[in-house]
């Protein structure tokens, strides 16, 4: 029987459906535990999709305990929200939007609806409490899928961040081409942070490889505008205090007429159009010839 | 028939990401239109200056693309509009070399060499507007030696 005032009244909406969480904890997770959110992402046993079930109907009831309907950071969420997060993700990695997530998290309210209006109308409780209670029945749900949606959207953001990471590292990578001579492709776009990684990976290879020529090859680098330049330039002048001489290759026929009118004056610094030329040049400087089979014969 | 579809857009510049996303933008609408690669390159490249003219200075803005047709040929004109405080001194901050940051100076000055029409509406506390237009199957416009 669902609690009420010692006179008989029904005041406490909240209080009513912790209640029934708590009295119906068994009998909703059953339910929700076939539908598609639970059975799919819990697919090892029925039971772990059950259990998964109760925690979230225990994390519900402890948020309409502390009256906290409405927001999305009550303290009773924090236990389920790992748990959240990971059903939000397996859903999307399934192939779900954003929006169909969110129409099956609403899916989960029908299944509380029905036994809670039974009981409000078995206890007998006056029409004004029941519709205050299916409010806040609805109000809670709303709130578990702002809380899935939050987690799922950090979750995609620290990917993003943790990718990012990845790719300032994976993009520069510094190749022996010879005794004395590293090259490094650099790929994608020169911003200051990829550029900063670039300067620093070069410097030190030029130290543990004891270099003399250090080959920085900007064919995959799609737009040189006077920010790439000025970034190019660093390097090679940092590389230079170190005893290295830089030599920029790869740049294409576009890239060449675009840095003339543009009137950045590369003059300074060495460059050819391929990594070939570039290599032959570092090879010739470091008193190395390339010689044709025929002649060793 | 080259269409407007996908030229066309306002994009925001407020991050480096964004950056990025005006440079491919460009590139695509460019290609789209039959602008050449090394055309492509060049309206590329100025608004890559442009873009990050609004950013480092302007405090972010906005790009707007348009496409425009003149007789048998396709212009794409590049609308860079920011709120920030402005540029005092416009000639002197076309001038080659000079810099209010920590540039190399060449950007605004190089990216008006590099599009067939350049125009610039900046003062002090009223925000910088650029508009850039280039047009395919055109000779760049003689230009004053420096």
Known sequence: ?297 | MHTAAGVEARLPIRSDMDLVWVRQHVRQAAAQLGFGLVDQTKLVTAASELARNTLVYGGGGTMESQHLVDGSSHGLRLVFSDQGPGIADVEQALSDGYTSGGGLGMGLGGARRLVHEFAIESAPGAGTTVRVTSWTGRTPRPREEH
């Not at chain 1, 008989?8 to 969480?21: A, I, K, S, W």
């Not at chain 1, 007998?124 to 806040?136: I, L, N, Q, S």
Request: hydrophobic content about 50%.
């Open chain 1, 1 to 297: 029987m669902p609690e009420h005032a010692a006179d008989g009244t029904f005041v406490n909406p909240t209080g009513e459906v912790r209640d029934f969480l708590r009295r119906r904890r068994e009998q909703i997770a059953q339910r929700w535990a076939d539908e598609p959110l639970f059975r799919t992402v819990f697919t090892v046993s029925r039971d772990e999709a059950v259990e998964a079930a109760k925690a979230v109907v225990d994390a519900l009831a402890e948020v309409a305990d502390a009256a906290r309907v409405e927001d999305p950071d009550a303290a009773g969420f924090s236990s389920v929200r790992e748990q959240l997060g990971r059903m939000g993700t397996a859903r999307s990695r399934a192939g779900l939007s954003a929006g169909q997530i969110s129409s099956e998290l609403a899916s989960l309210r029908l299944p509380l609806e029905n036994p809670l209006l039974a009981d409000l109308q078995e206890a007998e409780a006056p029409e004004g409490h029941v519709r205050a209670c299916m409010t806040t029945l609805t109000v809670l749900i709303g709130t578990l899928r702002v809380v899935v949606m939050q987690t799922a959207l950090s979750e995609g953001q620290a990917l993003i961040d943790r990718q990012r990471l990845q790719l300032l590292e994976v993009a520069t990578p510094v190749i022996k081409l010879w005794d004395g001579i590293v090259a490094v492709p650099l790929i994608g776009t020169l911003d200051s942070a990829r550029s900063q990684v670039v300067m620093e990976t070069l410097l030190e290879a030029v130290v543990e490889q004891q270099a003399r020529y250090a080959i920085l090859d900007i064919t995959g680098v799609p737009t040189v505008d006077s920010l790439v330049a000025q970034h190019l330039m660093k390097t090679v002048a940092a590389a230079r205090l170190m005893g290295a001489e830089c030599i920029v290759s790869g740049i294409r026929p576009a890239i060449a007429q675009t840095i003339v009118h543009l009137g950045l004056d590369l003059g300074t610094v060495v460059t050819r159009a391929g990594l070939a030329d570039a290599l032959a040049y570092a090879l010739h400087k470091l008193g190395a010839g390339i010689v044709a089979d025929a002649d060793l014969r």
